[in-house]
């Protein structure tokens, strides 16, 4: 510190005699001496001096030091010492870092760095300036610049980002730096190009195709792979910002045969994987590097991303074997709790909708005495209320992903419910463990078995159907009871707690939806639709009270919407008027609206994986609010429909006057139809006959052309006669004198005929050409007719579409005077 004091003493000269000058005061002689001293050396020292005091000083050396350092920047490139000092201090400026050194300043706020930051970059040219010298190879230069633009990104990410973009070659010349081969230089480009990918595509593409894949799996192998320090997690922390909801970079990921690389990074030795816990393998770095490691697997294929890049992605990781790789991680021991559940996870979003990874992953044998199923003893862990919630919930996760549209996989578990598939009574199966876990006396475990077991009926109404068939043994020797008939029990029991109900009420509303068998066998059941009524005749206080009842009366309108009417005393109608006497149209659909507007099912509504940073943030599920969604309007529509007497709302039901205009109206209609039906029939008809006039007019002018070809052929054949007669005359006159030969009179008589028949094609063309003429006005008369016709089947059906909307204006409006009428009503027969 001596040292500092007599270098500051240095440049600034010495002060009178018990007066010290101030901080401002110094850094204004030492912002002069920079702007005025014509010589390198005095200027490097008042650089130098700038940065020293920068740690201490920082809004004094940033307030005034600011645009002489960036002078220094635009002038002085040929030092790399002065440089080095100006990039330095205006990385002390504006990093949002806190030094020492000023830690007992009060005057140094926490975005003082941000504010630094924001000066800086008003200037375009300074960011592209200090990217300029990146190209210098001195290593003080350039890991001063590379310090600066990753403080400069930190404090104002977007604005750095689009600069970075117009910058010449700058995210180009960034990769360049990956190479370098000084590992500090190195390691400081990873941390910036972190804090440059994130959140921005653009710069994601480009480094991606700057074949930023290669080198950083170059990185990685280099630093040791999972085994590997710090520059590992960057590394991969770096690949998760360039795949993460990037499908371009994706599917560039995939076809660059990068997986192949992943995959072996997930083995595990043989003398950790096969031993009893041992956590001296398992390093807190090598945790950080496996849960990033993991996380670049989840990248790939989270439901979020593109279906097609998920299935191709799916397909690679069962051929590489990294599949397989995550499933020996899942059945070793010695694995930390953290990296267990994200592995958990990362299996469930590969085996996801993908049956051949579905299969495999129903094949995998934990190392156990006897060998038991993977799936099997993942639920034993699941409705074991010793474990950890998160990797509870994340069992749930994959189970739930085993399942999705896995139609073997549902069946698979249905039938170890039933009585034929009992064939070893000693050997647990999933079916008994979500069971156990249903009927048990944990909450959680309640509330993950009903949700599991609901995730078997999911869109498959065949298992639905069979499920119903499954029996519980009673206590007591009495007859068993169906499972569906014990949900309901438990249900209605008061000691069974609020997030167990939940969990219940979603397991039943899955079954029943598109179920009638299920909803007749719940209709059946004792007490169940006295128990739903009171739920909601209740006046609960209470936020989760709140969403039972609004999932009870979620389940009594399926029993509505999916009931065949098969049972006397439950029609539709039936509950209907049992929801309108006792409850009232309007409450039900009050309470139906309340699990909307819950906050667990907005949480629920986002993703199907299950988050709770709490076992009371576990309520509502992925694929039950999926269903609640689509059903909701039209169960709330459903009993809307009815009127207090059971009936479905319609026009006779509305008051005379109403109900007259609306007949009017629909007789009109009627009547309208009729008319566009017989116009497009005569439309047909006058088309039909078009299209025969048309070919019979083809036939006369054909049958005219032969007619004119045989009159023509006439012609010269009469031309022809007269002349050889002459000739035939003239020369038996000469030779011989005797009397004519009667053969003239053969030929007179032929001509003859010839005329006679060239007269009747004469006459039968005038007749063809009159007839020609006729089917000719015919046809344009036809014409006419048709476009007449058309003319007024538009004009029909406009009428017909201002009607329509004139009867919809009217409904619009008897809706509104009779929901008035509804209420007073509802109140005189209250």
């Known amino acids: 510190m001596e040292f500092l004091k007599s270098g500051i003493k240095t440049v600034l000269g010495s002060t009178e005699p018990g007066q010290q000058p101030s901080a401002a005061e110094t850094v204004e002689k030492l912002v002069d001496r920079v702007y005025s001293s014509t010589l390198l050396e005095d200027r490097r020292d008042a650089c130098r001096a700038l940065k020293a005091l920068s740690r201490k000083y920082r809004i004094e050396v940033g307030a005034q030091g600011m645009p002489p350092l960036v002078q220094v920047l635009q002038n002085d490139g040929q030092d790399a010492e002065i440089i080095s000092y100006a990039l330095d201090t205006l990385c002390n400026i504006v990093t949002s870092e806190e030094f020492d050194e000023e830690a007992d300043n009060p005057a140094v706020s926490v975005n003082v760095g941000e504010q630094f930051t924001e000066m800086f970059i008003k200037s375009p040219e300074h960011v592209t300036l200090v990217m300029g010298y990146l190209d210098e190879y001195d290593f003080r230069v350039r890991r001063g610049a590379i310090q600066l633009i990753t403080s400069l990104i930190a404090n104002k990410t977007r604005e750095l980002q689009e600069l970075v973009l117009v910058s010449p070659m700058g995210v180009s010349k960034l990769m360049d730096l990956l190479t370098d081969s000084r590992e500090v230089i190195r390691n400081d480009v990873l941390l910036l190009l972190i804090e440059l990918t994130k959140g921005n595509s653009n710069i994601q593409k480009i480094v991606a195709f700057e074949n930023a894949f290669d080198r950083l799996f170059d990185i990685v192998r280099e630093e040791g792979c999972s085994d590997g320090g710090i520059v590992v997690e960057d590394c991969l922390i770096l690949l998760l910002n360039l795949l993460k909801n990037n499908s371009s970079n994706q599917q560039f990921f995939k076809e660059g045969s990068y997986i192949q690389r992943l995959a072996p990074m997930f083995l595990l030795n043989n003398s950790n994987s096969n031993s009893d816990a041992d956590d001296s393998a398992w390093t807190p770095q090598k945790v950080s590097n496996f849960h990033c490691l993991l996380q670049v697997v989840r990248a790939l294929v989270t439901p979020s991303n593109q279906q097609q890049v998920v299935t191709a992605c799916q397909r690679v990781m069962q051929k590489s074997q990294l599949l397989q790789a995550l499933c020996d991680i899942l059945m070793s021991s010695g694995v930390p709790a953290d990296i267990l559940t994200e592995t958990i996870n990362a299996v469930a979003e590969v085996v996801r909708g993908d049956?051949?990874?579905?299969?495999?992953?129903?094949?995998?044998?934990?190392?156990?005495?006897?060998?038991?199923?993977?799936?099997?003893?993942?639920?034993?862990?699941?409705?074991?209320?010793?474990?950890?919630?998160?990797?509870?919930?994340?069992?749930?996760?994959?189970?739930?992903?085993?399942?999705?549209?896995?139609?073997?996989?549902?069946?698979?578990?249905?039938?170890?419910?039933?009585?034929?598939?009992?064939?070893?009574?000693?050997?647990?199966?999933?079916?008994?463990?979500?069971?156990?876990?249903?009927?048990?006396?944990?909450?959680?475990?309640?509330?993950?078995?009903?949700?599991?077991?609901?995730?078997?009926?999911?869109?498959?109404?065949?298992?639905?159907?069979?499920?119903?068939?499954?029996?519980?043994?009673?206590?007591?020797?009495?007859?068993?009871?169906?499972?569906?008939?014990?949900?309901?029990?438990?249900?209605?029991?008061?000691?069974?707690?609020?997030?167990?109900?939940?969990?219940?009420?979603?397991?039943?509303?899955?079954?029943?939806?598109?179920?009638?068998?299920?909803?007749?066998?719940?209709?059946?059941?004792?007490?169940?639709?006295?128990?739903?009524?009171?739920?909601?005749?209740?006046?609960?206080?209470?936020?989760?009270?709140?969403?039972?009842?609004?999932?009870?009366?979620?389940?009594?309108?399926?029993?509505?919407?999916?009931?065949?009417?098969?049972?006397?005393?439950?029609?539709?109608?039936?509950?209907?008027?049992?929801?309108?006497?006792?409850?009232?149209?309007?409450?039900?659909?009050?309470?139906?609206?309340?699990?909307?507007?819950?906050?667990?099912?907005?949480?629920?509504?986002?993703?199907?994986?299950?988050?709770?940073?709490?076992?009371?943030?576990?309520?509502?599920?992925?694929?039950?609010?999926?269903?609640?969604?689509?059903?909701?309007?039209?169960?709330?529509?459903?009993?809307?429909?009815?009127?207090v007497d059971g009936i479905e709302l319609t026009e006779l039901t509305l008051s005379s006057e109403a109900s007259a205009l609306v007949a009017q109206y629909k007789g009109i209609i009627r009547g309208m139809d009729a008319q566009i039906q017989t116009l497009e029939q005569s439309s047909k008809q006058l088309e039909q006959q078009n299209v025969e006039l048309k070919e019979q007019l083809s036939q006369e002018q054909s049958l005219k052309a032969q007619l004119a070809d045989q009159n023509t052929l006439l012609k010269a054949q009469l031309a022809a006669q007269p002349t050889a007669a002459t000739a035939a005359t003239t020369t038996t006159a000469t030779a011989t004198a005797a009397p004519e030969h009667p053969a003239e009179v053969v030929n007179e008589e032929q001509l003859n005929a010839a005329r006679y028949q060239a007269n009747m094609y004469f006459a039968e063309n005038i007749r063809m050409t009159k007839e020609l003429e006729t089917l000719r006005q015919q046809l344009a008369a036809e014409k006419q007719r048709a476009d007449a016709a058309n003319e007024s089947l538009l004009a029909t059906q406009k009428d017909q579409e201002d009607l329509l909307e004139l009867l919809a204006d009217q409904e619009a409006k008897l809706a509104r005077y009779e929901s008035p009428t509804n209420a007073a009503n509802d109140t005189n027969s209250r």
């Open 355 to 643: 049956r051949e990874n579905q299969d495999e992953l129903s094949r995998v044998q934990a190392p156990s005495q006897p060998p038991r199923p993977a799936i099997v003893v993942l639920l034993m862990s699941m409705i074991n209320e010793k474990q950890l919630l998160a990797l509870r919930c994340a069992v749930l996760y994959c189970f739930e992903c085993y399942l999705y549209r896995n139609s073997d996989g549902q069946r698979a578990v249905v039938q170890t419910l039933l009585p034929s598939s009992a064939t070893d009574v000693s050997s647990l199966s999933t079916g008994q463990l979500l069971c156990t876990g249903l009927f048990s006396t944990d909450t959680l475990a309640n509330w993950f078995a009903a949700v599991a077991l609901m995730h078997t009926l999911v869109e498959n109404v065949a298992q639905k159907e069979e499920l119903l068939r499954v029996l519980l043994a009673t206590p007591g020797g009495q007859r068993p009871i169906t499972l569906l008939e014990q949900c309901t029990n438990l249900m209605q029991q008061e000691r069974y707690r609020l997030q167990s109900k939940v969990g219940l009420l979603m397991l039943l509303s899955v079954w029943l939806a598109h179920c009638p068998s299920a909803v007749k066998a719940l209709l059946e059941t004792q007490g169940t639709m006295a128990y739903l009524t009171a739920q909601l005749c209740a006046n609960e206080h209470d936020e989760r009270e709140y969403l039972v009842q609004g999932m009870c009366a979620f389940l009594m309108g399926l029993c509505i919407q999916f009931n065949d009417n098969s049972l006397p005393t439950q029609r539709r109608e039936d509950i209907s008027q049992l929801i309108i006497k006792r409850i009232g149209q309007e409450t039900f659909c009050n309470k139906l609206s309340e699990v909307s507007r819950h906050e667990a099912y907005s949480r629920a509504c986002k993703q199907a994986q299950i988050r709770a940073k709490g076992a009371s943030e576990l309520l509502l599920d992925y694929e039950y609010c999926k269903l609640y969604k689509g059903l909701e309007a039209l169960i709330a529509k459903l009993v809307s429909g009815f009127d």
